[in-house]
């Protein structure tokens, strides 16, 4: 069967390459063929460039320091930032030609996939996606028999988003679909009252996958050891954040050792894009491989955490949705291991071991419950 994987636009972000490795990965061990859509974020519009532009232009100013004050990194720059995540798709991910612009979507009919599946990440969540009724099939022929399943799509938080117009759109789209599957529990219940369907919770693509296949993807890259154990994947870094990580490496006497660029773009800028490099997937993961404690405030790093089998503390990240956090921890028990503030005091729980052997039968059966899911929406009429 000839799938085509319908995800957010590719970026340097780990967790959604890998997610969508992940899913094609399983897809292609049950015999199908798969393609993912190709494309990217949409460009900076202007009038963010501009205001962009002006904070660091008077930031420049007040500290008294003259330099580059552009914001957003050219199609050219994006390329040598991008240049390990973008060797990883490359290599590690098929994809269907470039897709220019969400107009564009109707080109993927001469692809003749027989089935599209939605997912995962927050495709359903409006501020992620650049086209709502895309991520709900909507450039499909209504009378086509291409199957339509989402798998693992989220909503990002639990409440709702859509506008009225949005919600009735996609309502009668995703009622068209074959089979609905969740990422997270609360988009269970937020399907069920504002779509009236009957949708099913299913795992995260990146933890149906053995660690022994991450393991071989480091091992072809020669990815050496890292300097550190005490591993940090921290996204919306702040003060607070960075007090709670040097306590946290006072009281396990670990190093800490973080796998993402010096610097962003935005904040460096042109005269240090080395520093703005995004390291290869393989060492992101390699992280997690020699980590003996992990500290992050990524879903998907808390994820291959317990992939891993590593103990962990989860930040909680608000602005990128708690859910997400809340509702994979739930499904393993391990509600716990979540920090809702960085001003949070240091507890003997919080260096409790974790029982991953009952995590991981938990994984082998929720795992088998998908790979179920996934095969009955392929095969159903």
Known sequence: MKIGIITLPFNSNYGGLLQNYALQ????????????????NRIMPFKFKI???????????????????????????EQIVDQHTNRFMSENIRTTDFLKSEK??????RYEFDAYIVGSDQVWRPKYSPCLANHFLGFVESTSKIKRI????????????????????CRKLVTKFNAVAVREDSAVKLCKDNFGIDALQVLDPTLLVAKEEYIR???KDNIPKCNGTLLTYVLDKSPDKQEFIKKIARETGLNEVSIMPKSLFRDAGRKKINDCIYPPVTAWIRGFMDAEYVITDSFHGTAFAIIFNKPFLALGNTKR?????????RIFGLEDRIILSADSQLTEKLFAPIDFQQVNEILKTKQKEALTFLTDALNCP
């Open 150 to 169: 989402s798998y693992a799509a989220s909503f990002g938080v639990d409440n709702w988003e859509y506008t009225p117009e949005q919600t009735e759109e």
């Open 51 to 77: 205001l962009t532009s002006s904070s660091r232009l008077i930031k420049s100013i007040l500290s008294r320091k003259a330099g580059v004050i552009r914001s957003w990194a050219t199609a050219k720059e």
């Open 25 to 40: 990965s399983v897809l292609k061990q049950m015999g199908h063929e798969v393609w993912s859509v190709n494309r990217r």
């Open 104 to 109: 564009e979507f109707t080109k993927l009919t």
């Open 217 to 219: 993807l480091v091992e």
């Open 321 to 329: 949705g708690m859910t997400r956090f809340t509702s994979l921890l």
